[in-house]
């Protein structure tokens, strides 16, 4: 293999580009799958998964990488798009050998498994020879820096998944992915390793992987968290995102997580649940970027810089009189951002709002919501009571969420294999020999 390194750490991998010969890039590394065997025999390498689009994992054999680089990954331009489904005599590197807790040969000592490299041989295999470890401390304690290589055979423990693994590599590798993606790794993950992985992640983070993922991965995932830490998590996601899945949950249980959230989150989403799920009421945001009628255009071009702003939200400001949290005082008007963008700084919005549009109202059906922003042109439109008091605003990508069917993200992360490649199965099956 050209390009290759005598030696590469799999963890670093993932996220990694993957490019035919063309320079064309057509995914990335999502895990790296291995074929444990008899003995003490270092496990030999099969191929890559590869995240292609639409979030589809697909296979790629390791004898057809021809570069492995620090930042790219090239093969030979041939790639069966069939899904990856992974078989009982195979093992992901990420997903399932980070972070479990194995034991030094020699000391009986337990460790914990931060990352494993593989290395080739002359006939062109890679085999898995070295193992990077954390020492424990006492009541299982990971002392930071106490971290270093021992050869494959110098631990033992990973014939079987372990109670108790962890997923802070999973989490660390995976860091700078976007959260749909990130949702369709822990979509394929088995249901005890999806419930390490929310604990590992942050509340926020867990939110934002959780409004990505199919209903039932949500409610499985809600349910397995200990009922203070459910509630700051619907706490962290959007309220429409929050409502949606608690309006999915028995009575009881929802009752209790919104008796445990702060009020005033608690407040927002109590009113969504109020509506009918395909209205507009059902739909919106009670979170839009909301300006008095005295703010300027510089104040409004720094709200919509937010980053953890959805760029449909971010595409207008809503200028209401006080108060400006939702419902709102009287509903004045939207300014959209390309207005923004050709004003001078100091004017003010209340001069450049457009009040010409009637705005969507809570009750209002999916199809008039969908057939007023596209008469429109808009991405998103605000939804405002009888008494002309802004209650929150509906985007295009929860109109699309509700047009489409029920499962459409199962489907996504979930669809059909196309024919096998004969090649392909021929490499994994001798990979699962001893």
């Known amino acids: 293999m050209s390009g290759a390194p005598s030696r590469v750490f799999i963890a670093r991998l993932a996220g990694i580009a993957v490019f035919d010969p063309a320079g064309d890039q057509v995914g990335r590394v999502r895990d790296v799958v291995v074929a444990l065997r008899l003995g003490a025999r270092p496990p030999r390498v099969l191929g890559l998964v590869v ?29 069966n798009v069939r899904r990856f489904s992974q078989r ?44 990077a470890v954390r020492r424990m401390g006492n009541r299982g304690l990971r002392r930071r820096g106490e971290i270093f290589v021992v050869d494959w055979d110098a631990v033992e423990g990973f014939s079987a ?49 959780l409004e990505e993922l199919p209903e039932d991965d949500q409610i499985e995932i809600l349910g397995k968290l200990e009922v203070d830490r459910a509630a700051d998590v619907l706490e962290a996601m959007g309220p429409d995102d929050a409502a ?98 050709r004003e001078p700084p100091p004017t003010l919005v209340s001069g450049i709002v457009d009040s010409e549009l009637d705005p969507l109202r809570p009750t209002m059906s999916l199809e008039a919501v969908a057939t007023f922003l596209a008469t429109y042109n808009l991405v998103a439109g605000a939804v405002v009571d009888e008494n002309g008091h802004l209650l929150g605003a509906v985007t295009i990508d929860d109109v699309l969420d509700h047009l489409l069917p029920d499962d459409w993200r199962e489907s996504v992360m979930e669809a059909q294999a196309e024919a096998a490649d004969p090649e392909e199965e021929a490499l994994r099956a001798a990979g699962g020999t001893s």
């Open 244 to 341: 949606d899945l608690l309006g999915e949950l028995p009575t009881e249980q929802r009752e209790r997580l919104l008796t445990l959230m702060e009020p005033q989150e608690a407040a927002p989403v109590r009113r969504l649940l109020t509506y009918e799920d395909d209205t507009a009421g059902g739909m919106m945001t009670t979170d839009p970027v909301v300006l008095p009628p005295d703010a300027t255009v510089a104040e409004a071009l720094a709200n919509i810089r937010n980053p953890d702003l959805n760029p449909a939200l971010a595409a207008q400001v809503y200028v209401c009189r006080p108060p400006t949290a939702t419902p709102t005082g009287r509903f004045l008007g939207t300014v959209h951002f390309q207005r923004l963008l």
């Open 88 to 131: 009982e005599s195979e093992t992901l590197v990420i997903g399932e050998m980070l972070d479990r807790t194995v034991k030094l040969a020699e000391s009986g000592d337990a460790v914990t498994v931060v990352d494993v490299a593989m290395e080739p041989t002359r006939t062109r295999d890679w085999l898995v020879h070295k193992v």
């Open 161 to 209: 998944v372990e109670h108790g693994q962890g997923a802070a590599g999973l989490i660390a590798a995976f860091e700078r992915m976007k959260p749909a993606d990130l949702a369709g790794i822990v979509h394929e993950l088995s249901e005890k390793r999806r419930a390490e992985v929310a604990r590992a992640l942050d509340d926020e983070r867990l939110a934002d992987v």
């Open 51 to 79: 995240e292609v689009s639409p979030r589809r994992p697909v296979f790629l054999p390791i004898t057809r990488v021809t570069v492995i680089e620090a930042d790219a990954i090239v093969f030979d331009g041939r790639l």
